[in-house]
T-cell receptor
């Protein structure tokens, strides 16, 4: 089945720890995105990538880092500099980064221990 | 910042009734999209309407767009319990290349459909 796979579904972070959220797609899409969703709120863009080996900061990039070494993979690292990391993280992709429809993964819930 | 703002925040209806929710936005757009999110899941794309379109249908969904008022509405007809979800509008930033990849989502309308 074609789609986007996020793992793990639940993740716990200790103080001062970096954690990495995985996102893999087999849709052959060029563009990939990371969004953060807080309870009762909309999605806020963290980072996006229009093509392999290139990525751009979104609205709330501080405390996060990404890489795009392969077309199908766009991992997100939540660093210790992100002081309020508890949220639902959503990865998405689109055929191109021209505001076409997004295909979303099922999300990762990150909580702080 | 959130460009799209949905109204109402929450909506409770019975099966068979219609559900209408609205989205207002602030700047020019190329297109506006509606998504659905079931609790604890990712978003699912419902419909995309371009700035030169006024109305679009998909099954039981009807979307309108009024660019002069910078608003859109989503109508779900003959609702079912399975329509229970949060619904989000998403807008781009218009014709500037800076807006590519930067869809802005509103806070959503939570719809509950009771049998």
């Amino acid at each position: 089945d074609g789609g986007i796979t996020q793992s793990p579904k639940y993740l716990f972070r200790k103080e001062g720890q970096n954690v990495t959220l995985s996102c893999e797609q087999n849709l052959n899409h060029d563009a990939m995105y990371w969004y953060r969703q807080d309870p009762g709120q909309g999605l806020r863009l963290i980072y996006y990538s229009q093509i392999v080996n290139d990525f751009q900061k979104g609205d709330i990039a501080e405390g996060y880092s990404v890489s795009r070494e392969k077309k199908e993979s766009f991992p997100l690292t939540v660093t210790s500099a992100q002081k309020n990391p508890t949220a639902f993280y959503l990865c998405a992709s689109s055929r191109q980064a021209r505001n076409e429809k997004l295909f979303f993964g099922s999300g990762t819930q990150l909580s702080v221990l | 910042s959130q460009q799209g703002e949905e109204d109402p925040q929450a909506l409770s209806i019975q099966e068979g009734e219609n559900a209408t929710m609205n989205c207002s936005y602030k700047t020019s757009i190329n297109n506006l999209q509606w998504y659905r999110q079931n609790s604890g899941r990712g978003l699912v794309h419902l419909i995309l309407i371009r700035s030169n379109e006024r109305e679009k249908h998909s099954g039981r969904l009807r979307v309108t767009l009024d660019t002069s008022k910078k608003s859109s509405s989503l109508l779900i007809t003959a609702s079912r319990a399975a329509d229970t979800a949060s619904y989000f509008c998403a807008t781009d930033g218009g014709k500037t290349t800076d807006s590519w990849g930067k869809l802005q989502f509103g806070a959503g309308t939570q719809v509950v459909v009771t049998p």
